[in-house]
């Protein structure tokens, strides 16, 4: 069932958080439902704008759409991941999205206020939530890298500021992560102190991390060891904070290099194994297990596994 994303945040804030499982391809949608149906897990699968133009506006909505109803257990809302103005207009007119991300964190604070709260209006005006951003990442974000000196982390006062003037339903905050497989480049490490001050400027406001994947080291050694050269000091956020970042308020954890380790190690393994193969749907399977038991084993992470019974009572569904 397709719910309201910012419903399915305001469940899980403070306990638990909801895994957000960025997809581009039917493989990764079909992986993503079958591994939350299996940790009896509430899931957020995203599309990003890249994504959107790689599959064609549409496409993979629909796919997502038509896939939920082969997991009629499932609770998951759709989301929209770094949105322009323009993009999240389109997937709130759509109707086949639980929430929208406006990205307007390379604005100042007043211009990006004034984009956000826009885009609340007509989304709100549609049932649909909105995320907003202030900070910024470092790392790869959409089609564009952003340099460590242009990354800033997220200040409590303004993040107060922020969500009352726009509106927003839920805030992704810049505490340290960066997006892909290096995680903390200018911090060192994450920054909780000041993950729980902008918590307690903000109390009930569901926070969402952005760059959370794990990146596990087994994944990155065995893409090396069967051809590939992903970085060998590549990190991520260590598997055992994401339950302390749940208790500090972050309610949604976007996942999306984990994903995209999965499936350059089924890839490479598979290829070298089975150098006759044409069938691009026999790898595919593989896949499609492989990342269902990934996401299965975040969601139990964060603390969202076995939840789905709950979250249905909660919901009267
Ligand atoms: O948020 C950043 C995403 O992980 C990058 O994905 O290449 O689909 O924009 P993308
Ligand atoms: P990762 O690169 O850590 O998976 O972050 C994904 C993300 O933030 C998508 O919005
Ligand atoms: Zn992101």
């Not at 079958?34 to 496409?59: C, D, F, K, N, W």
């Not at 999306?256 to 089975?274: F, I, N, P, Q, S």
Request: hydrophobic letters at 50%; a negative charge.
């Amino acid at each position: 069932m397709h719910v309201n994303t910012a419903v399915l945040l305001q469940l899980a804030y403070g306990e638990y958080a909801v895994g957000a499982f960025s997809v581009n391809s039917i493989e990764q949608i079909l992986g993503a439902m079958r591994g939350a149906t299996e940790a009896a897990a509430p899931l957020i699968i995203q599309v990003s704008h890249q994504a959107r133009r790689y599959a064609m506006p549409g496409v993979l909505e629909a796919a997502v759409h038509a896939a939920a109803r082969h997991f009629p257990e499932l609770v998951f809302a759709l989301h929209l991941d770094h949105g322009d103005e323009a993009a999240c207009y389109e997937g709130i007119d759509s109707g086949l999205y639980g929430s929208v991300m406006i990205d307007a964190s390379a604005q100042p604070l007043a211009e990006n206020i004034a984009i956000t709260r826009r885009v609340v209006e007509r989304a709100h005006a549609r049932g649909v939530a909105v995320e907003a951003e202030l900070g910024r990442l470092g790392g790869k974000e959409d089609d564009l890298v952003v340099a460590e000196d242009a990354a800033w982390l997220t200040d409590p006062d303004a993040a107060a500021e922020f969500v009352a003037r726009s509106g927003c339903d839920a805030l992704a905050v810049a505490v340290g992560t960066r997006h892909g497989i290096h995680k903390f480049a200018a911090s060192g490490q994450l920054d909780l102190e000041r993950l729980a001050a902008i918590r307690a400027r903000l109390p009930g406001v569901p926070l969402v991390l952005h760059g959370a994947s794990s990146v596990p080291a087994a994944e990155v050694a065995r893409i090396n060891a069967a051809g590939g050269a992903v970085a060998a000091d590549a990190h991520g956020v260590p598997e055992a904070l994401y339950p302390e970042l749940a208790r500090r308020g972050v309610a949604k954890i976007n996942i999306d290099t984990d994903g995209r380790l999965v499936w350059a190690r089924v890839l490479r393994e598979y290829l070298r194994d089975h150098p006759a193969t044409l069938d691009l749907r026999e790898p595919g399977r593989v896949f499609m297990a492989a990342y269902a038991e990934r996401v299965a084993q975040l969601c139990r992470c964060f603390g969202a596994a076995g939840r789905l019974a709950e979250v249905r009572r909660r919901l009267g569904v």
